[in-house]
């Protein structure tokens, strides 16, 4: 007989989460998604599965690759650092660390820390004035 414990649902939302957002498939991402949902980054605050996953294509756009460093899993929460790989040279590879609050078994709180200073001039590139 299988037990299912709540860090296995919990480890199971959140890397269903992972794995789709870093293959770009938004559907899959939100249906692992409560409502209410908060996102919050150094660079953009969204109440919004769709707010928060809106640029998902242009960012994907610019990843080479994702390694996952480690991760940890409790009942409610879990927390998830890796490296993302980029193409561009002023941001290269960026530790992430990726923090998850989840009830009834869906991610309502995103937390994700990373140093926002190489994206300050890439944005500013990409965003017109």
């Given amino acids: 007989m299988t037990r299912t414990t ?13 794995q789709a957002r870093f293959r770009g498939d938004v ?8 409502e209410p949902f908060r996102f919050q ?3 953009l605050t969204s109440d919004s599965p769709h707010g928060h996953l809106g640029g998902l294509d242009a960012f994907l756009g610019i990843v080479s690759g ?9 009942e409610s929460e ?10 561009v040279p002023a941001v290269g590879t960026q530790r992430t660390a990726e923090h998850f609050h989840l009830t009834d ?8 820390i990373f140093d926002a200073t190489p994206w ?5 590139a990409v ?3």
């Fill in 66 to 74: 994702v390694d996952l460093v480690s991760e940890l899993y409790g």
């Fill in 6 to 18: 709540t860090s296995t649902t919990t480890r199971a939302a959140v890397r269903a989460y992972h």
């Fill in 120 to 124: 300050h001039a890439v944005m500013r």
């Fill in 78 to 87: 879990a927390t998830l650092l890796y490296d993302v790989h980029t193409s």
């Fill in 105 to 112: 078994g869906r991610i309502d709180t995103i937390r994700l």
């Fill in 27 to 34: 559907p899959a991402a939100v249906r692992t998604l409560a």
């Fill in 41 to 43: 980054s150094p660079l």
């Fill in 127 to 129: 965003t017109p004035s």
